[in-house]
């Protein structure tokens, strides 16, 4: 079965620094990952998503992320953060590697923005 | 589309007490998924289907839970008897084929 890390727990950064959260997964075949972003009291909401084509998907609010096969990572990049950014980020993979499986999520990433 | 809806948002229990939790998927999502939330476990699968048959329940903790989902526009999540370590986040989501997975607000259930 599929995996995925987030080694970082909580990543603090003050506003308009920019930030990399990590994410790795375990080899597959074929693979398709996601990142999705947890506001405080809500549900997850999608960021972006790479399922094939370019190895660069940019998704909402400003956020980037890049498959790179060899190393088995998909990073979460953004340029320049706000304090509205702050929240908990999760990475997932797509178990057995198809688009219609379910997804298995990593243990989150706390992106704390400071002013 | 008012999203994926659960309810109840807040359920606070005594152990031992059956909790059930309800989930209206997006109209036209085939498949629907239970996830629960807790520090100390993170997101966890519980259950999915697809077009109202489960497909995986290997995440179910144990005989306790139960999961069904009688038509297309409903599920329900439930826990019988319940315990204090069951209290945590309960999100229900969907989605149609390989689109995006969207998730409800979740259910924050409190075992005393």
């Known amino acids: 079965a599929q995996s995925v890390t987030q080694l970082d727990s909580q990543v603090p950064v003050f506003e308009e620094a920019p930030v990399e959260l990590r994410c790795n997964y375990s080899?597959?075949?074929?693979?398709?990952l996601f990142w999705y972003v947890q506001y405080p009291n809500q549900g997850l909401q999608l960021l972006l998503k790479?399922?094939?084509?370019?190895?660069l998907v940019k998704g909402i609010n400003g956020f980037e992320a890049e498959f790179n096969k060899s190393q088995t990572s998909f990073h979460l990049r953004k340029p320049s953060v706000h304090i509205s950014d702050t929240a908990e980020y999760f990475c997932?993979?797509?178990?057995?590697?198809?688009?219609?499986?379910?997804?298995?999520f990593g243990t989150g990433t706390l992106l704390a923005v400071q002013p | 589309d008012a999203g994926v809806i659960q309810s109840p948002r807040h359920e606070v229990t005594e152990m031992g007490q059956e909790v059930t939790l309800r989930c209206k998927p997006i109209?036209?999502?085939?498949?629907l998924f239970w996830y629960r939330q807790t520090m100390m476990r993170g997101l966890e699968l519980l259950i999915y289907?697809?077009?109202?048959?489960?497909i995986d329940d290997s995440g179910m903790p144990e005989d306790r839970f139960s999961a069904k989902m009688p038509n297309a526009s409903f599920s329900t999540l439930k826990i019988q008897p319940s315990e204090p370590r069951d209290s945590a986040v309960y999100f229900c989501?969907?989605?149609w084929g390989p689109g995006e997975l969207f998730f409800g607000e979740g259910s924050r259930l409190t075992v005393l």
């Open positions: 080899s597959s075949v074929s693979v398709y």
């Open positions: 989501a969907s989605r």
């Open positions: 997932a993979v797509s178990d057995g590697g198809g688009a219609t499986n379910k997804l298995i």
């Open positions: 109209s036209g999502h085939d498949y």
């Open positions: 289907f697809n077009n109202n048959v489960p």
């Open positions: 790479y399922l094939s084509g370019s190895t």
